[in-house]
């Protein structure tokens, strides 16, 4: 089944703003539905909790292949890092963007359809991005463990 661009809007607005209901929680986490609602809006106003998404499984987007990129910039002067982030932010593929200590200045993590699919992405966006001085594409052969939880 394809997707049609009304599912694609659809899909991102969940990504912005999927939650459980407060019923549903308070009941999981054996509290009234009043005494839950307050203590999430607690959180959500100090900061805790910063959004709410859905999670897309990438095979089913048909974006199944992950690269992680080793980027090394030209120089380390303020501008050329700001303007590396500022256009780095802006490639659809690219899901994350570190500033590193040790050998490379920056890893990303991208995903694409396939291998071809990354050349294109590399040819189009990532060799475009202004300071970069070389590049190490290392493609994932298979995810053992991934989480968006953090340890608590």
Do not use: W
């Amino acid at each position: 089944m394809s997707l049609d661009q009304t599912d694609h809007r659809i899909l991102r607005a969940l990504q912005k703003q999927g939650r459980i209901s407060n019923a549903e929680l308070a009941e999981r986490v054996n509290l009234s539905a009043s005494a839950c609602h307050r203590r999430v809006h607690r959180l959500e106003a100090e900061g805790y909790v910063r959004d709410y998404v859905a999670l897309l499984d990438p095979r089913k987007m048909n974006l199944p292949t992950t690269v992680f990129v080793e980027i090394t910039l030209s120089g380390q002067a303020d501008e050329v890092l700001e303007a590396f982030e500022k256009a780095v932010s802006r490639v659809p593929h690219v899901l994350e963007c570190h500033l590193m200590a040790g050998t490379a200045d920056y890893i990303l993590k991208v995903v694409a359809e396939d291998t071809e699919d990354f050349a294109r992405v590399h040819r189009q966006h990532l060799a475009r991005l202004p300071g970069v001085a070389q590049m190490q594409s290392s493609f994932a052969l298979r995810t053992v463990f991934k989480t968006t939880a953090l340890p608590l």
